[in-house]
């Protein structure tokens, strides 16, 4: 069954609405969350690292006001993308990492933003 | 530089033959792992392998199997007897250091059309 449950799958709606993306481990407390952003026939890039009880770890050349990542609990982060416009239209993954060192990351199925 | 080169942006092959995509890493760590995900149009990411950097032995997964040579630092993946259901796009990815909080780096995928 899946590990990571991320909401919603896709998103449209008009320029200059916020949007919220959840990412939930179901199977473990993950203290350490990934987000990635992936532009059509491109490769992942990863956005922020979003930790449990802290402030998360942006990548450069990603505006952290812009990218609100709250990660509240230990099954539980959001991603808001804030007064979106259409470049910000991508597809969004998160990922978990998983507890032992070895196990890859577990990735949700990923929301699909679409600004109009 | 880039840490993660596939060079092959786009595969064909023949229903039921072997194919072999090819991944080449840059870390000056000693302690990493190497990962392929399947990414089919519908987006999610699906692990297929692993390989660690101090793993002897070659990983092997089912049909998947990663031709690791170290000194090269070549992490090829190797997919026997395909199926039309391999047809998606394939990333390489690597997670340097041991403690596995680091977030995994993806090279540029290649896409795999599988040919009846």
């Known amino acids: 069954g899946a590990v990571v449950s991320q909401h919603p799958s896709r998103v449209i709606c008009k320029s200059g609405t916020s949007v919220k993306i959840e990412c939930r481990s179901l199977?473990?407390?993950?203290?350490?969350m990934f987000w990635y952003r992936q532009f059509p026939k491109q490769s992942l890039m990863l956005m922020a690292t979003s930790n449990e009880g802290s402030k998360a770890t942006y990548e450069q050349g990603v505006e952290k006001d812009k990218f609100l990542i709250n990660h509240a609990s230990l099954t539980l982060s959001t991603l808001t993308v804030t007064s979106a416009h259409p470049e910000d239209s991508s597809f969004y993954i998160c990922?978990?990492?998983?507890?032992?060192?070895?196990?890859?990351?577990?990735f949700g199925d990923g929301t699909r933003l679409s600004i109009l | 530089a880039q840490k993660i080169t596939q060079t092959q942006p786009g595969m064909f092959v023949q229903e039921k033959e072997a194919v072999t995509l090819d991944c080449t890493y840059d870390t000056s760590d000693q302690s990493y792992g190497l990962f392929w995900y399947k990414q089919p149009s519908s987006g999610e990411m699906i692990f297929l392998i692993y390989q660690g950097s101090y793993d002897e032995q070659n990983a092997t997964e089912g049909r998947y199997s990663l031709n690791f040579q170290k000194a090269r630092k070549s992490a090829n993946l190797v997919i026997s007897a395909s199926q039309l259901g391999d047809s998606a796009m394939y990333f390489c990815a690597m997670r340097e250091g041991r403690s596995g909080n680091t977030p995994l780096v993806f090279g540029k995928g290649t896409r795999l059309s599988v040919i009846a």
């Open positions: 199977d473990f407390q993950a203290t350490t």
């Open positions: 990922s978990v990492k998983d507890r032992t060192l070895n196990q890859p990351q577990h």
